[in-house]
């Protein structure tokens, strides 16, 4: 099994920054992808950065420009940097990850996990 923990969340004015951070722990063998969603109150949930194992990248148009995605992968950690933050990015934001873990018969899986949630509060 993999788990998720974020960090990094809360509270923001318009134009401020604030950076995410979300390690997966278990038995890892390699990252395929990982990435952030995010739901505000009434919405459903929306995918804004993914970032695959290799390091390719791609964003929800609202964010392009002002958030920036990246891995480390000797930490099985993803981070999302939110610069030039908008009164509209105020939601819950997700971690998510596709992982490859290995068993002690070597036997491979792929998991994919989600983090609890994160919220994040611009205000104006």
């Known amino acids: 099994q993999v788990q998720l923990v974020e960090s990094g969340g809360g509270l923001a004015q318009a134009g401020g920054s604030l950076r995410l951070s979300c390690a997966a722990s278990g038995s890892i063998f390699a990252v395929n992808a990982m990435a952030w969603y995010r739901q505000a109150p009434g919405k459903q949930r929306d995918l804004v950065a993914r970032?695959?194992?290799?390091?390719?990248?791609n964003y929800a148009d609202s964010v392009k420009g002002r958030f920036t995605i990246s891995i480390d992968n000797a930490k099985n950690t993803v981070y999302l940097q939110m610069n030039s933050l908008k009164p509209e990015d105020t939601a819950v934001y997700y971690c998510y990850s596709a992982v490859r873990t290995i068993a002690p018969t070597a036997e491979l899986h792929d998991y994919d996990s989600w983090g609890p949630g994160t919220q994040v509060t611009v205000s104006p």
């Open positions: 970032i695959s194992g290799g390091g390719y990248t």
